[in-house]
């Protein structure tokens, strides 16, 4: 499997990396054993990067991280971790946290919480508008220099503030939402990225299991049903698009979720995708993208079928949206 480097200054990793959100938080209840079952058979099939928050589940998403880690060998992992958001405790989101001091603090906790001597990236999960990045990736910088963290990633932040804290150390990859339905990113900060020699991890590739060919139009208790593209009129839209999706990979013999990645992996080396995945029946599924190969012509084909800006709604609700730094500009927001 050729690895893909994580920019210019970071490791090399699988193509595909593992996000563990789902498996804590945010999209209805998980299985534990089945989430453990899926963590084991992703290192077993060679994924290498396991990205976790701090405040996904309220730590609970590092707790079972820490006890997979027990059962392989954690220096050929690379633990991506976000931190800076604040919850209540009832899951409520209260604010961010990028302060120096508070960069620090997270850190021991995390430290703590995974049994590790180091995170691999540390990232800021969304910017801190209180606080000027080159503070937040000074504190992060620190804390490389002191050997708790190897590399430095970014999250959801617009080209100028990736420029700005790449001009205080080197920054390996941006976290960002980067799907068919979500290619905002494509006209400055992809650019800016790939100009700075920064990877990009991309996550929603399946849109938050939207684009994977399997949502089902009745999962009204599902939390995920809350996010714009997945209400009313614009499920019914979007829902259409995957259906345009579906005949494409139909004719590459592939499901839509793998044609999905595997556009996502067509669009550059430097971009890894982060699949969501919270079951090997479906991690499986996730992984027979690497097999497909696709041609000039197949690229074209899925974005005929999905055309940029072809999304109903906007990718968060309306606060959602004020904490993206990367939608600042006056976009519309739907990518
Ligand atoms: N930096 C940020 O702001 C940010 C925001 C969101 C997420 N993330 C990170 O990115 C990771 C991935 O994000 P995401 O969960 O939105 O990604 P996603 O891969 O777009 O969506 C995952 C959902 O798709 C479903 N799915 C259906 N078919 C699938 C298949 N073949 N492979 C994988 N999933 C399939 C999964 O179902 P099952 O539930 O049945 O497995 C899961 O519910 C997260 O875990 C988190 O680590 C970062």
Redesign the pocket.
């Known amino acids: 499997m050729t690895q893909r480097a994580l920019g210019a200054t970071g490791p090399s990793v699988h193509p595909l990396g593992l996000?563990?959100?789902?498996m804590s938080d945010f999209?209805g209840p998980a299985d534990t054993a089945e989430s453990h079952a899926t963590i084991d058979a992703a290192i077993e099939a060679g994924m290498d990067l396991l990205?976790?928050?701090d405040f996904y589940g309220s730590g609970h998403n590092e707790l079972l991280l820490r006890e997979a880690l027990r059962r392989h060998d954690r220096d050929r992992l690379r633990l991506s971790v976000?931190f800076g958001a604040m919850r209540d405790p009832h899951g409520d989101l209260v604010g961010f946290d990028g302060s120096p001091a508070g960069v620090k603090n997270s850190l021991a906790q995390t430290l703590q919480r995974l049994g590790t001597d180091h995170v691999d990236i540390y990232r800021p999960?969304r910017l801190d508008p209180r606080v000027p990045i080159e503070e937040t990736v000074g504190a992060i910088s620190e804390m490389v220099e002191a050997g708790h963290v190897r590399h430095i990633g970014l999250?959801?932040v617009s080209a100028d503030t990736i420029r700005r804290a790449a001009a205080v150390h080197p920054i390996v990859d941006l976290?960002?939402?980067y799907?068919l339905l979500s290619r905002g990113i494509e006209a400055e900060i992809l650019p800016a990225c790939r100009e700075l020699g920064i990877g990009i991890t991309a996550?929603?590739?399946?849109?938050?299991?939207l684009?994977?060919g399997?949502w089902d139009r009745n999962q009204h208790e599902d939390p995920r049903s809350r996010f714009p593209r997945f209400q009313g009129e614009n499920l019914d839209h979007n829902l259409g698009l995957v259906e345009q999706l579906r005949s494409v990979a139909e004719e590459k013999g592939a499901?839509v979720?793998q044609v999905a990645i595997a556009w996502a992996l067509a669009k550059g080396e430097d971009i890894v995708p982060?699949?969501?995945?919270?079951?090997r029946e479906?991690?499986n599924?996730?992984l027979g993208a690497l097999d497909l190969r696709l041609t000039a012509e197949d690229v074209a084909a899925i974005e005929r079928a999905v055309p940029p800006e072809s999304a109903a709604g906007q990718r968060y609700d309306e606060h959602g949206m004020a904490l993206l730094d990367s939608e600042r500009g006056g976009r519309d927001g739907t990518s």
């Open positions: 996000g563990l959100m789902g999209y990205d976790t928050g976000k999960a999250s959801e976290q960002i939402e799907s996550y929603g590739v399946l849109s938050r299991g684009l994977s399997r499901d979720a982060l699949v969501g995945a919270r079951r479906r991690l599924e996730a």
